[in-house]
């Protein structure tokens, strides 16, 4: 703080407000050029720039020419008031029953902590409505993942996406009996069929990577941030895949019996798949992605309803599949008879 200058007498909400102009109006901003403008300690204003972060500004610090300097990731502007409709209302307490799966996870506690804020400056028949409209819809959420072994390590990488920093996870990978590390650089969060998942380039295996969200054991933020690649496009690199499972794309055919045609037609499964009738109300669903243990699960999951008509080879891997849960279920039989 230079010596002789006036030490201002605000409260900490002014101080802040100036602070957030200071750091909009520049490039960058060093500790203690804030301090002597803001005329405290370099501690203080430690607390405030906790604060600014904490209150969702894009807060990142960085060397330039040799100095740790503080901006906002981009430009930040003020957010002009933002009015609701009963309707929007209406589906903003809609979404938020169906985000049950995310319990357990800090994307869980943000959504409560938005709707809270929402109600609290609702009237108060909008916001009894917005309860009542909480109760009209019923999320069966079976097989839910269970995040909360890896709550601390989703809180460090959901700040990493917003803030582009590179992190070092370890990663329990399935069949594997210890945690492997990855120098990650988290791209995209992904949601699939209830679970969660990471997309990132992973440096020690020089290649992008998908994680399962729940087999994360630990994350630690590094120093160094990344930059998106220029040709990076999250919704190409899984364009060719069924689910996320990155494979070379296939012709795929499927017949499904009348009993399920209704049920399969009306969905879409892939953006290349076509759907031809059948004389006997059937329907055979064709389209071209990779992932074949995600395919074969898929069309296991119709049991007798639904056959793979190409290709040969995945049709082989199921009639595999098939031969040997009959023999399970014969033996279990055989073994009831003898009794």
Not at 52 to 63: F, H, N, V, W
Not at 90 to 112: A, I, K, V
Not at 254 to 273: C, G, L, N, Y
Request: net charge neutral; with cysteine.
């Amino acid at each position: 703080m230079q010596k002789g200058k006036p030490v201002k007498k605000y409260s900490q909400a002014g101080r802040v407000h100036d602070i957030i102009r200071l750091i909009e109006a520049r490039h960058g901003i060093t500790l203690e050029e804030l301090a002597e403008e803001a005329g405290v300690t370099r501690r203080t204003i430690h607390r405030d720039l906790n604060a600014i972060q904490e209150a969702g500004y894009p807060l990142i610090s960085e060397r330039l020419l040799g100095r740790k300097v503080y901006r906002f990731l981009t430009r930040f502007k003020d957010v002009p008031p933002i009015s609701f409709t009963l309707q929007e209302l209406m589906t903003l307490g809609f979404l938020r029953s169906q985000l049950d799966f995310l319990e357990s996870t800090p994307f869980h506690d943000d959504m409560e902590a938005i709707c809270r804020k929402v109600n609290s400056v609702l009237p108060p028949r909008y916001a009894a409505h917005l309860e009542r409209i909480a109760g009209v819809s019923l999320p069966l959420l079976q097989g839910r993942r269970d995040y909360s072994r890896a709550w601390e390590a989703l809180k460090i990488l959901r700040d990493a996406l917003i803030y582009q920093y590179r992190v070092t996870i370890d990663y329990q990978a399935p069949g594997k009996e210890q945690p492997v590390s990855y120098l990650l650089d988290p791209y995209t969060l992904i949601f699939h069929r209830g679970g969660l998942y990471l997309l990132g380039y992973a440096h020690n295996r020089r290649a992008l990577r998908t994680f399962a969200l729940e087999r994360v054991s630990r994350a630690v933020k590094e120093d160094e941030r990344f930059e998106l690649p220029a040709e990076y496009r999250p919704q190409e690199q899984l364009r060719n895949a069924f689910g996320i499972v990155e494979e070379s794309a296939v012709p795929v055919r499927v017949r499904f019996s009348v009993a399920v045609a209704h049920a399969v037609r009306d969905r879409i499964w892939h953006p290349s798949q076509k759907v031809e009738d059948l004389d006997d109300g059937g329907i055979i669903l064709s389209f071209e992605a990779g992932g074949s243990m995600e395919i074969v699960s898929w069309v296991l999951s119709y049991g007798r309803y639904a056959e793979i008509l190409e290709p040969p080879e995945l049709r082989a891997e199921l009639k595999g599949i098939v031969a040997e849960m009959g023999r399970i279920y014969y033996e279990i039989e055989d073994v009831a008879d003898s009794r």
